[in-house]
Structure formats: C-alpha cells, structure tokens
C-alpha cells in the first residue's frame, strides 16, 4: 500500500488542522493506521492509532482528548483531527500502515512495514 500525507500547514496556538493520508491498493480495509510525529532534533513518536474496521482507537497522552483518527475504507483515508494545538505539537507527521484485521492497536514505528512522505506541522506561539 502506498500513502500520501497532506493537510500540514502553520497554525497559531490554540487552532486547528485536519491531516488527511489517502492510501492506494484494494486491500485498505485490512490495514490499521498509525499517526507519527517527528521533532527536530527528536525521535519519531506514536501519535495515534486506528484499526483496520475504524472501532479502535489509542491516542499518545500528550493528545488524548485534543486529537481524533478516523478512517474511511470507502475513500482510502485516515484523517487525524488536531485541536487545541500547541507549539510542541510542531513537527512533521507521517502516517504509516500494517496489514492488521484484527482489533490490536500498535504504538512502535517498527510494527508499521509502510509509511507516507509526512506533512509539516507548526504550531506558533
């Protein structure tokens, strides 16, 4: 499979921004989509995940409650809603696939096999 990152852009504190990832291959309904986030100078971390049916979600603390994933197998896309957004959630963010039909939710970047160019994020204070 193969996924296209967008929706990035710089936003002031407190705003809002909506990533789209639309992936290719007939088979997209049977993966589960991760959202990552990479600071300069940082790791790559888990942002939030969602499996392949769209029921299950897992959210890094950090966005808990600011942030929704959601998946449309009919489009070909992950979305990751950001509100409330603050300068440390500046970055750029990728969105990365496994083949997974079942409920389980991955944090690790290494259990993701295919990932998107990412899209620049930056939140001003």
């Known amino acids: 499979v193969q996924l296209q990152a967008s929706g990035g852009g710089l936003v002031q504190a407190g705003g809002s921004l909506r990533l789209s990832c639309a992936a290719s291959?007939?088979?997209?309904?049977?993966?589960?989509l991760g959202w990552f986030r990479q600071a300069p100078g940082k790791e790559r971390e888990f942002v939030s995940a969602?499996?392949?049916?769209?029921?299950?979600?897992y959210y890094a603390d950090s966005v808990k409650g600011r942030f929704t994933t959601s998946k449309d197998n009919a489009k070909n896309t992950v979305y990751l809603q950001m509100n409330s957004l603050k300068p440390e959630d500046t970055g750029v963010y990728y969105c990365?696939?496994?083949?997974?039909?079942?409920?389980?939710?991955?944090?690790?970047?290494?259990?993701?096999?295919?990932w998107g160019q990412g899209t620049l994020v930056t939140v001003s204070s």
């Open positions: 990365a696939a496994r083949w997974d039909a079942t409920e389980n939710i991955r944090t690790s970047k290494a259990q993701y096999g295919y």
């Open positions: 969602i499996s392949w049916s769209g029921y299950s979600t």
């Open positions: 291959g007939r088979t997209f309904s049977s993966y589960s």
